[in-house]
Every structure is written in structure tokens, then in C-alpha cells.
Nanobody, 122 residues
Framework: QVQLVESGGGLVQPGGSLRLSCEAS????????MNWYRQPPGKERELVAR??????????NYADSVKGRFTISRDNAKNTVYLQMNSLEPEDTAVYYC?????????????WGQGTQVTVSS
């Protein structure tokens, strides 16, 4: 059974930091590109950060709004992807979702976690 379980969300003051984790199970984690998306209240879901597989050299990409503040990383031994969020702003308030995408033997796979709430407020 495929599972993506996010953790680490919560309430933080502006300028603070949080580290989100997403633990995967039920599929070969190292073969999947991992993404963090977020959905602010009343808005569309947006891609925040991406990290590729070893075939893509583990390269990373970020939304312009989080560049220099957020860092995505992965630990294939622990089947876990992280999102370190620094210098948080009220505009970062959203539900954050972990997403895994992969193409295995010609078939596309796309998995989602249940989301974790991040609230930035004083």
C-alpha cells in the first residue's frame, strides 16, 4: 500500500523556521521525483520545490517566491523527503503536500500525501 505521510507543520511566527518531512512507503522511493506543493486558503495548489532522482543527479528547483528561503532534500535510505523552510512569511501559510511522480516500465505513477498545515502568524 502506497503511503506518503507528512509531518512537521504547525504555527510559527514570521521570520521563524519549520522543517517538513514526508515519509514514503509502498513504492521504490529512490526512483521517484519528489515534490512539495502548497495550497493557500482560497487559492490554487502550487509547486513549491522539486528534487529529482539520482538519474537526474538529485537536482532541485524552487518557486521564485521561496528561492533562498526553502531547501528541499531527500534521504533515500530513509525513504524521506524534507522541506526546510526559513524566514517564513505570512504568505507561506498553506496546506503543504508531498507528491511523488515516476515513470516505471513505461507507466506513469503519481502519489499524494494528506497534507500538513503551516500557519505563519504573530
Amino acid at each position: 500500500q502506497v503511503q506518503l505521510v507528512e509531518s512537521g507543520g504547525g504555527l510559527v511566527q514570521p521570520g521563524g523556521s519549520l522543517r517538513l518531512s514526508c515519509e514514503a512507503s509502498g513504492f521504490t522511493f529512490s526512483m521517484y521525483t519528489m515534490n512539495w506543493y502548497r495550497q493557500p486558503p482560497g487559492k490554487e495548489r502550487e509547486l513549491v520545490a522539486r528534487i529529482t532522482t539520482f538519474r537526474g543527479s538529485g537536482s532541485t528547483n524552487y518557486a521564485d517566491s521561496v528561492k533562498g528561503r526553502f531547501t528541499i532534500s531527500r534521504d533515500n535510505a530513509k525513504n524521506t523527503v524534507y522541506l526546510q523552510m526559513n524566514s517564513l512569511e505570512p504568505e507561506d501559510t498553506a496546506v503543504y503536500y508531498c507528491n511523488a511522480v515516476g515513470r516505471i516500465l513505461g507507466r506513469d505513477y503519481d502519489y499524494w500525501g494528506q497534507g500538513t498545515q503551516v500557519t505563519v502568524s504573530s
